[in-house]
């Protein structure tokens, strides 16, 4: 049960922490307040913003789920090398940073890219969009990179629950289009070949792709 456990806090999070990003972008739009607080002042497509809504919940319930429930079923705990509960969360986000940056680059050769395009929609980042993505990419650059870190050092159940919540919230927050939240990965959107990771860009930094915005 403590991958669907997983599950069920990310999505709470998820679009919880979206509505509330929702809520802040009806009123900054409506009180004209973009120019103020947006990286890229223009009005939202809000057609737009109800279908990278379904396309994430499409993802949660056709695919996140049921690996929720393979991963219970077969419970990988690969448990490659031992960390102790002090330092398992800075191991986890190091181990999410490499995977996900990884995998979020080849994503970007022009073998993979199809698979990665619907992402590039969100010209405009937007909160909900987060996690938009095609099935392929959800898998394997969404999922896999954010849920194997924890088993591969066997870490506590409780800081599974803190990383999960962590990853969740940080991903919205880079999709926001806000000043200070996501400035660094809306530069990912408009140039696509700088600032592959998240939240610290660790492995940007190591390989020179990494771009703050002046």
């Not at 396309?55 to 077969?74: R, T």
Request: glycine share 4%.
């Amino acid at each position: 049960m403590k991958n669907f456990i997983i599950f069920c806090v990310h999505n709470i999070a998820y679009w919880l922490t979206s509505g509330i990003f929702l809520i802040a972008d009806k009123l900054v739009y409506n009180m004209n307040l973009e120019k103020k607080y947006k990286i890229q002042p223009r009005k939202i497509d809000w057609k737009k913003y109800k279908m990278f809504a379904m396309g994430v919940l499409k993802n949660e319930i056709f695919i996140s789920l049921p690996l929720s429930l393979l991963f219970d079923y077969y419970n990988p705990n690969l448990h490659l090398f031992t960390v102790s509960p002090l330092k398992q969360l800075p191991v986890i986000i190091i181990l999410h940073d490499f995977l996900f940056y990884h995998a979020h680059r080849a994503c970007h050769s022009k073998i993979l890219f199809k698979f990665h395009k619907q992402h590039h929609k969100l010209i405009i980042p937007v909160a909900v969009g987060g996690l938009y993505a095609s099935p392929f990419e959800h898998i394997f650059v969404n999922i896999l990179p954010a849920m194997l870190p924890p088993k591969i050092i066997g870490s506590e159940f409780y800081i599974e629950i803190i990383w999960i919540l962590i990853a969740t919230v940080n991903v919205i927050m880079a999709h926001s289009d806000y000043k200070k939240f996501s400035e660094n990965h809306d530069l990912h959107h408009t140039q696509k070949n700088v600032n592959f990771g998240l939240g610290f860009f660790i492995f940007d930094r190591l390989y020179g792709t990494y771009k703050p915005m002046i």
